[in-house]
Structures are given as C-alpha cells and as structure tokens.
C-alpha cells in the first residue's frame, strides 16, 4: 500500500517562507498527477497545486503567486515553497493524487503568526 509522508511544518511569522517535502512510498509519480492540498481548521480540504507526469505545473487560485511546486519523480518526492505566508495559511498540508486515490498521510502543520 503506498503510504506519502509530508514533513517541513512549523510556526513561522506572517512573511516568511517555508518548505514542504512530500514523500511516497510506491513508484507513483511516473504514472500519477499528484497534488498538494491543505485543509484548515473546520473548513474543507483545498487543492494547492498539481503536477501532471510530465514537467508542467499547475496552481489553483488559492495560493497563486506564492508558491512554487517542483518534484523529482525517479525519487518520488516533491516540495512545495510557499513565500510571503500569511495567518490564514495556517492548516496541515497533504499530498496525494490529483484523484485523491491513495490513502492520505498524517500531512505536516502550518502556523502561521502575525
């Protein structure tokens, strides 16, 4: 069963960057468009970003300008930078497929501090 594990969270100050790492345990990456989600507090999970098989990416509107996706599939890895955070950044953030088709992982918190 292919398990993805997201690591990176922390509390930061409103402003500042961080760094999410998205692992997978499985060879999924070279045949799944994967995603990076986050769900705040009480509200809905939202799609972040997508990375289709091939190089291209793809931000929804809810970050849009503040993020940058880069992946490296032979590892099955990816990052999501995120820049000039603000307080209602703060949720956990998830990878999985675009289809959410894996079992989600315990994602990895964000607070972010005005």
């Known amino acids: 069963q292919v398990q993805l594990v997201e690591s990176g969270g922390k509390s930061v100050q409103a402003g500042e960057s961080l760094r999410l790492s998205c692992l997978a345990s499985g060879d999924i990456f070279r045949k799944t468009a994967m995603g990076w989600y986050r769900q705040a507090p009480g509200k809905q999970r939202q799609l972040l970003a997508t990375a289709p098989r091939g190089s291209e990416i793809h931000y929804t509107d809810v970050m849009k300008g503040r993020l940058t996706v880069s992946k490296d599939i032979d590892k099955n890895w990816m990052e999501l930078q995120m820049r000039d955070l603000k307080p209602e950044d703060t949720a956990v953030y998830y990878c999985?497929?675009?289809?959410?088709?894996?079992?989600w992982g315990q994602g990895t918190q964000v607070i972010v501090s005005s």
């Open positions: 999985n497929g675009v289809t959410p088709i894996y079992p």
